[in-house]
């Protein structure tokens, strides 16, 4: 038979679609003929799969071999498609049957020793082939307990080329791969490290039960970083959908953690303060990468030293932050990427940094107050919670031996606390306080107007925009639940008015 046909996946950011493979050998002069927008590592797959099938124990055909990869008009990129064209190739040569080619989706990168490499984007590329009702896949060994997460799917593990062409020859099948026991995940940093602080923990304990972005300033040792690395250990594990939309990213992102093929806890990303555009948000020239807004889906972005990264780019996070998604447009196609990440920024309060405070500041009124406008406006109106920190004091450092509140203590709030705003929420599609919109907030879950008058007065006097007033009475309602009350007092919007202001009023 001239003609072979099998299956592949290509990913457009997060979501992947089915390509069909078609190999076709006609009289010529030999040689490859590859069509359907394919990448430069695409038409570089010719002579690794060449190379592979060699050195495998196979024979190349010495004809005119023309290759299409459907539907033409999408852009195909990466290494993935090398074991489909192998396996191809070899059917329409007649070295397998091309039956068997045809029931099968091969994802995988050849070695020229004709080795299975493992591939980025393994689990989007397993969930696009079972959509489209594909019953079995083979994957690299490597990706095999990543592929066998989604249940529907049987899950085919090649270590070699030479395992495949055996497999499908009939003469040694390759074993269904049965998904091991997930490993427990690695304890987090607890919260019983920091020294004082009450404040900070306060304001920690409040962003992770209502979902609220959180700025941290205070001076060098105050304990910023720490309750920003400490915050992800008191949100709850996420549950299957989010662990399967998070383990996603990291796959295309190719940062999984070795030896755990699903992530089921909210992850932490800390960019460094050089990072740029594409690094931050995502982006590449060639293939689109998730940047590292995306890869703290249903986790934590972290900024430390959040005024120096260039200001462009901490705006690129304006819409991502409210719409809770990024899209990436390229020349060649667009990707987009959920990024539903909570905020959280720290910085010093002046360039000097001092940690003895303002009395040894060395920086001017006009150098402290270009710091602080390189953050700009509309990115700290989406911030909910901006905390001002104090120097830990030496009394504080003297109780250090007094074990503060744990972790497992604050988290079993915070999970209360959700457990409340999600059985108020329940029947809008929302499980969050700081999801909730602003208009539905006033209408049906407004506080009592006499606990408003705070907040209506600095509205009044311009202290707080719309938005802001929105986010005062969310923040509201999350110290109610955390308090147990059924609707915000006005303690509680005093707080949450605090809370909002701090940073203002510095």
Known sequence: MTLARTWSVGLAGVHGAVVDVEVDLS????GVVLVGLPDA?????????RAAVVNAGGRWPLRRITIGLSPASMPKQGSGFDLALAAAVLAADGAVPAESVGRLVLLGELGLDGSVRSVRGVLPAVLAAARAGHGTVVVPAGNAEEAALVDSVEVL???????LVAHLAGRA???RHVRGALPP???????????????GRRAVEVAAAGGHHLYLTGPPGAGKTMLAERLPSLLPALDEQAALEVTAIHSVAGTLPPGAPLVTRPTFEAPHHSATMAALVGGGSGLIRPGALCRAHRGVLFLDEAPEFPRAVLDTLRQPLERGSVTISRARGAATFPCRAQLVLAANPCPCASAAGDAACTCSPLQRRR??????????DRIDLRVDLPAVTRAAWLEAGVTPEPTAAVAARVAAARAAAAARLHGTGLVLNSQVPGRLLRERWSPPRPALRLVDRALERGALSVRGYDRVLRVAWT??????????GAD?????LGMRLQRAAA
Request: charged share 20%; proline share 13%; aromatic share 2%.
């Open 492 to 496: 509680d919007v005093a707080e949450a």
């Open 157 to 163: 593990a090649a270590a070699t080329l030479g395992d």
């Open 27 to 30: 009289a010529g002069v030999p």
């Open 173 to 175: 099948a390759l074993p």
């Open 41 to 49: 590592v695409v038409r570089q797959s010719v002579d690794r799969v």
């Open 371 to 380: 710091y602080r406008s390189r953050l700009s406006g509309p990115l700290l």
């Open 185 to 199: 995940p690695a304890p987090g940093p607890d919260l019983a490290d920091v020294v004082g602080q009450p404040i």
């Open 479 to 488: 110290l109610a639940d955390l308090a147990g009350r059924a609707v915000p």
